[in-house]
């Protein structure tokens, strides 16, 4: 599996995807494309190319599978929930 740091990713559970598609054609940043390999049902299946998910999810919102696709949106590092804080505040004290 393909590390994906602090990138947004979706990840698709290939035998539940039907090849319709929509989550392909829904995307906005043409970072989704159907596999070659076919699915134990007899479908090919939607895979993430790798790079440039913005976790939008319309990929989600538009599959007609309930369990196909998740869009995993990573959680905020502490350091920069501790580096906005001090933004957010110096901020604050600006506009005083």
């Known amino acids: 599996m393909t ?4 990138e947004p990713y979706p990840v698709f ?21 159907m596999s070659e390999d076919i699915n134990k049902r007899g ?3 939607a895979v993430y190319t790798g790079k440039g998910c913005t976790g939008c999810g319309d990929c989600y919102y538009t599959c007609p599978e ?3 696709v998740e869009v995993h949106i990573p959680r905020k ?8 804080s001090k933004d957010n505040k110096r ?3 600006e506009d005083k």
């Not at 039907?18 to 494309?33: F, H, S």
């Not at 590092?77 to 906005?84: C, G, L, R």
């Open 13 to 33: 559970n290939e035998l539940e995807c039907k090849a319709c598609e929509r989550c392909i054609i829904a995307c906005r940043e043409g970072v989704l494309k």
């Open 77 to 84: 590092s502490q350091n920069n929930h501790q580096k906005e």
């Open 91 to 93: 901020d604050k004290e």
């Open 66 to 68: 309930p369990l196909a």
């Open 43 to 45: 479908y090919h299946y």
């Open 3 to 6: 590390k994906h740091g602090k």
